[in-house]
């Protein structure tokens, strides 16, 4: 039964993905949020933690 009063529900889902050449060398597993909670924005915030230096074999460059 339809109630204007209800909020909307909601089920938003993200994930990460990284590439080199073309080729997925990192992806983190769904995220699923049901509420928002980036009250200030109206919308979802998601925050990954991911051990990605061994994997996507990063540099730090100097110019």
Known sequence: MYD???????RVVT???F???GRRVF????VVATAL????RKGV????DAAVRQRLRIT???C
């Open 45 to 48: 915030r998601f925050q990954f």
């Open 27 to 30: 992806e983190t597993t769904p």
């Open 19 to 21: 590439f080199r050449g």
């Open 4 to 10: 204007p009063a209800l909020a909307p529900a909601i």
């Open 15 to 17: 994930s990460i993905a």
């Open 37 to 40: 909670n980036g009250s200030d």
């Open 60 to 62: 730090v460059r100097r």
